[in-house]
């Protein structure tokens, strides 16, 4: 029997990966299908998923293999708890898998500890895993690493009645469908002080008078919050807000129909969206969901419909130059906290609704349904040279939010 080794995943392991990925999907589903039935493309899905997680800071991929083939692997995040509780940050094993061949030769129990290494490396003191109850393998193997529960998970259908509440956490397939309603009030709490700073500067750095007429395009509008800004700093302006997600352009409708014949939404596919001829393009949060292959071609076909001389703004999460250590970054968290502890003071949010939130986007994220990616400036400046912009820079930066400002020639055809 050949030596088991585990070890830090790479991007030659995302097949297998997803390969034994989807026989534990596939037997959770058989044990609650009213939890875990699979989605359409759910292979792409998880994929897409675990290639974020060989990127993220806060996420470690680890495999265990012998000399023929994986036999297991293992997904863990360093994850920040409720700004109430001490400490502020746990370390949380998401996902585990043995093939069956390879069981009860200590494989689980060697990337386990492998993962609570990690977690004692970045100063962690709790770490939590989540196992399916009704799974008879699960319970006992926690067990035997030193877990105990301490917290159920209840089930239960939720019928479409009327009284039932305003929020929709998890309604569609994506995250946004489940966080529209609630967006417009909560997004600026949970986003940290610097949200709505930013979005200020995208306002304040486009190149028009307000009382100059030009026509923009908002990509990626969610709720035209942005679109909405524009219309009403520049009066003479006429705007469209594109977005793919149903539920999010219902409400940029409702908030844009004042506007009249200057604004109008659209639906629409941003991969692969032909903008209209306009004089400005503006997007915030929009591009560190889209994978790097796919920014090149999004770039170019911005770049074709502005007009001479004509900009792109882009308000995005992104880094910039060496990567920060975690002490630094979790700077952020600490104001993020703060920021909402502040909030909820006031009134404008309850903490319910915080954690909430908080703990949707966890899920989402582990289960594929909220992709990030961690571009670099300096890569999206490349890619937006390579596009057509002959002019491009980093503008406005704040932590992890960043504006870049390109500008295509003023003297060629449009």
Known sequence: MSEIVVRQATEADLEVMVQLWRGVAELHQSIEPRVWTLAARADDKSRQHFAACLVDQDCLLLVAEDAEKILGFLVAWTKPRPPVLEPPMQGTISDICVIHSARRRGIGTRLVSAAL???????LTLA?????????????????????????SALRPVAAAAGAGSERFGGDDGYFAGIAETYDRLQPIVAGPWYERGLAMVLDLVPREPKEGFGFVELGCGT????KMLLNGFPCAHGLAVDGE???????????????????????NILSYRLPECDVVVSSFVFHHLPP???????????????????????????????WGKRIGRQGWRL???????????????QEEVDARFALKRRMKEEGKDVEYRHSA???????QAAGFDEVGLVWRMLGYTVLMGFVPEGRQA
């Not at 290494?117 to 100063?123: I, M, T, V």
């Not at 419909?305 to 882009?314: M, N």
């Not at 993020?336 to 404008?348: K, M």
Request: with cysteine.
């Open 117 to 123: 290494e990690w977690f004692r490396s970045e100063g």
């Open 293 to 323: 292959e796919k920014l090149p071609e999004t770039f170019r076909r911005i770049a074709s419909a502005l007009r001479p001389g004509g900009c792109l703004i882009l308000l995005d999460q992104m880094t910039v130059g060496p990567a």
């Open 224 to 227: 035209a919050t942005l679109t």
């Open 336 to 350: 993020v906290w703060r920021h909402t502890a502040e909030a909820v003071a006031v009134g404008l949010a309850t």
């Open 378 to 384: 300096e890569q999206i400046i490349q890619v937006m």
């Open 246 to 268: 149903s539920a999010m352009l219902e409400i940029a409708r409702q908030k844009l129909v004042a506007y009249g014949r200057r604004a109008a939404v659209e639906q629409a």
């Open 128 to 152: 939590v895993a989540s196992y399916a109850t009704a799974n008879d393998l699960s319970g006992p193997f926690w067990k035997a690493q030193g877990f105990a529960p301490y917290l159920v």
